[in-house]
């Protein structure tokens, strides 16, 4: 069983920073990839970023590259999310997501474990 416990989420400005932290309960070397995956309010839960745990490949939406960047921390058994240059679309509840299986990093569908989520809010 994988736990995945979100913190770090605010209320911030246009243009500033926040860095999302994600807590895995899991020994790491059973994961594939981890992600993080936001719901902007009324919509539908979109990809944001992923990793692949064993070789540090990353991938991101379009709609983040150049202002998001995914790392982890092994010893720590932690997943981090730094958001730059944030626009009041990056509104959303962000979450955290794990998955066992090699796969489509994007495909969200296929991420077995989520955590609770974090609201990051970015006023104008």
């Known amino acids: 069983q994988v736990q995945l416990v979100e913190s770090g989420g605010a209320l911030v400005q246009t243009g500033h920073s926040l860095r999302l932290s994600c807590a895995v309960s899991s020994r790491t070397f059973s994961l594939y990839s981890l992600a993080w995956v936001r719901q902007p309010p009324g919509k539908e839960r979109e990809f944001v970023a992923g990793?692949?745990?064993?070789?540090?490949?990353?991938y991101y939406a379009d709609s983040v590259k150049g202002r998001f960047t995914i790392s982890r921390d092994n010893a720590e058994n932690t997943l981090y999310l730094q958001m730059n240059s944030l626009k009041p679309e990056d509104t959303a509840v962000y979450y955290c997501?794990?998955?066992?299986?090699?796969?489509?990093?994007?495909?969200?569908?296929?991420?077995?474990?989520w955590g609770q989520g974090t609201q990051v809010t970015v006023s104008s």
């Open positions: 990793i692949i745990w064993t070789d540090d490949f990353t």
């Open positions: 997501a794990a998955r066992h299986d090699a796969g489509t990093i994007y495909a969200i569908q296929h991420y077995n474990y």
